[in-house]
């Protein structure tokens, strides 16, 4: 995973206010080509995380970040990606439900 850009991508968009104007009410896609569009280049495995409104990810860091800048991302009913992502996990995971590396949608 491409975690250096993610990174990079959260603390831009937490000092540019122009940038997280525009993240704040998009939709994945819209996301990934606003983060294009400033120069950050994503893994397919991050691209993947937020097609997926990171859907069955165990644990993650950076989704509280990505929570509190991008909070269209969160799916209506939760709130927040913490929440929405571990109700899609089981109690016996231990690791991310998907294989987030192709970058493909699981859920809707």
């Known amino acids: 995973m491409s975690k250096q850009q ?4 959260i603390v831009a968009a ?3 206010q122009s940038l997280r104007a525009k993240l704040k009410d998009a939709q994945p ?3 990934i080509r606003v983060a294009e569009q400033a120069g950050f280049k994503f893994s397919e495995e991050i691209k ?7 859907a ?6 950076q989704r509280e970040d ?3 800048i991008c909070p269209a ?3 209506p009913g939760f709130n927040s990606l913490a929440e929405y992502s571990q109700s899609t996990c089981s109690p016996d995971d231990k690791q991310e439900k998907y294989d987030f590396r192709s970058g493909v949608k699981y859920s809707s």
């Open 6 to 9: 993610l990174m990079d991508f």
């Open 14 to 16: 937490k000092k540019d």
């Open 29 to 31: 896609e819209e996301i």
């Open 48 to 54: 993947g995380r937020f097609r997926n409104r990171w």
């Open 56 to 61: 069955g990810v165990y644990s993650c860091p």
């Open 66 to 68: 990505i929570n509190e």
């Open 73 to 75: 991302l969160c799916p």
